[in-house]
């Protein structure tokens, strides 16, 4: 019955899932089933595109999904999709921390550089997708100039790393250094509602 509703159009949609989450938090918990079977795809294609690995994509739905339960009381009609999007998000941003960690625990490289994900992968690119641009540019305005440069050139301006070496006068490797604690900068200092948009 959810699914058909869905594509009744947007209004009737904001105004059936309401009705549905305000029954969940009531206590009827089985009506969680209706969103699981609505969002699910879409859930584990958002997990998926960050850790390319079905087994590790489908760990985080779940708990993507346990947080969106416990997180409903505090929902407050802001978009529904876009609201659980960031929670499977930030789940498998999570999870791909822990494994990176890991696995540098395991190769014992800690000194060396991680791998800089791909772009439309990593948590920098997901958040100025999600960001209006006015409000992320008075948060990048506030970075330290080092870090402030190189978010910039790469997230902003889109230019690959051989552009920004070329014009910065820089070596390649220095570009994937800068961006690289650049983003380690922001993860620390930039609060998780942020992340989340």
Same mark, same amino acid.
């Given at each position: 019955?959810?699914?058909?509703?869905? =594509?009744?159009?947007?209004?009737?949609?904001? &105004?059936?899932?309401?009705?549905?989450? %305000?029954?969940?938090?009531?206590?009827?918990?089985?009506?969680?089933?209706?969103? =699981?079977?609505?969002?699910?795809?879409?859930?584990?294609?958002?997990?998926?595109?960050?850790?390319?690995?079905?087994?590790?994509?489908? @760990?985080? /739905?779940?708990?993507?999904?346990?947080?969106?339960? $416990?997180?409903?009381?505090?929902?407050?009609?802001?978009?529904?999709?876009?609201?659980?999007?960031? *929670?499977?998000?930030?789940?498998?941003?999570?999870?791909?921390?822990?494994?990176?960690?890991?696995?540098?625990?395991? /190769?014992?490289? @800690? @000194?060396?550089?991680?791998?800089?994900?791909?772009? !439309?992968?990593?948590?920098?690119?997901?958040?100025? $997708?999600?960001?209006?641009?006015?409000?992320?540019?008075?948060? =990048?305005?506030?970075?330290?100039?080092? !870090?402030?440069?190189? &978010?910039? !050139?790469?997230?902003?301006?889109?230019?690959?790393?051989?552009? *920004?070496?070329?014009?910065?006068? *820089?070596?390649?490797?220095?570009?994937?250094?800068?961006?690289?604690? /650049?983003?380690?900068?922001?993860?620390?200092?930039?609060?998780?509602? %942020?992340?989340?948009?």
């Amino acid at each position: 019955m959810f699914i058909r509703l869905l =594509i009744w159009g947007r209004r009737r949609e904001a &105004i059936d899932e309401a009705r549905l989450i %305000e029954q969940i938090v009531q206590g009827d918990h089985a009506k969680y089933r209706e969103i =699981i079977d609505a969002y699910s795809k879409h859930i584990f294609q958002v997990t998926y595109s960050v850790l390319h690995h079905v087994q590790d994509a489908e @760990d985080a /739905a779940q708990e993507a999904f346990v947080q969106i339960f $416990k997180s409903l009381p505090q929902y407050r009609s802001e978009g529904f999709k876009t609201w659980i999007t960031r *929670i499977a998000l930030h789940k498998a941003i999570d999870a791909k921390r822990k494994l990176n960690r890991r696995a540098t625990t395991e /190769a014992g490289h @800690d @000194d060396e550089v991680i791998h800089i994900p791909d772009r !439309h992968a990593d948590t920098v690119y997901q958040l100025i $997708k999600k960001e209006k641009q006015y409000e992320l540019l008075q948060k =990048i305005r506030m970075l330290p100039p080092q !870090h402030r440069d190189i &978010i910039i !050139h790469y997230y902003l301006k889109e230019k690959n790393y051989e552009q *920004i070496a070329e014009e910065c006068n *820089i070596a390649i490797k220095t570009v994937e250094s800068r961006l690289y604690r /650049a983003r380690l900068w922001i993860r620390k200092h930039w609060k998780e509602e %942020e992340w989340r948009g």
